[in-house]
């Protein structure tokens, strides 16, 4: 009930400028204000279920919904990113993220193992990510995805 008030206050108080931030790297308007209230929602929904998950496992970690959060802010951060720099390091920042929580439960070996084959298939993405975008970088000389908008409509 509290959330469900709280996210009204959000939608209905928060005034919603449009800005761009860091040379037009990061950019809010309202659509990316839309994306950021439906990750609140859903990251809200997935902490409200992993309670009982917790308790049936008698696993209590703080550090978990520290994490969560981290994460709801590097989707912000991607959300808004208007650039292939920001764009990287915010699913960069994500990606960690996640690898720490595939690795939550410490004495598990399962978890530990999981967690390393994530990192070990994040880091070979992640090298094809800047390759790709290297390459994109080459052939343009662009960065910014509202020129990328340009080229693609000739």
Do not use: W
């Not at 279920?49 to 991607?78: D, H, M, N, P, R």
Request: proline share 1%; net charge negative; with cysteine.
């Amino acid at each position: 009930m509290y959330l469900i008030a709280l996210f009204g206050f959000l939608i209905y108080c928060v005034p919603i400028a449009d800005f761009n931030l860091l040379n037009y790297q990061y950019s809010h308007d309202s659509f990316t204000f839309t994306f950021k209230l439906l990750f609140l929602i859903f990251l809200s929904l997935c902490i409200y279920l992993s309670f009982e998950y917790f308790f049936f496992e008698k696993v209590f970690f703080i550090e978990y919904y520290f994490l969560v959060g981290f994460f709801c802010i590097s989707s912000f951060f991607l959300v808004s990113s208007n650039d292939f720099t920001l764009f990287y390091l915010s699913i960069e920042l994500q990606a960690l993220i996640l690898y720490t929580l595939a690795s939550l439960k410490r004495y598990n070996v399962f978890s530990a193992e999981s967690g390393l084959k994530y990192f070990v298939l994040g880091a070979f993405s992640s090298g094809l990510l800047l390759f790709g975008i290297s390459l994109f970088y080459g052939f343009f000389g662009i960065f910014t995805f509202y020129d990328i908008k340009f080229i693609f409509l000739k």
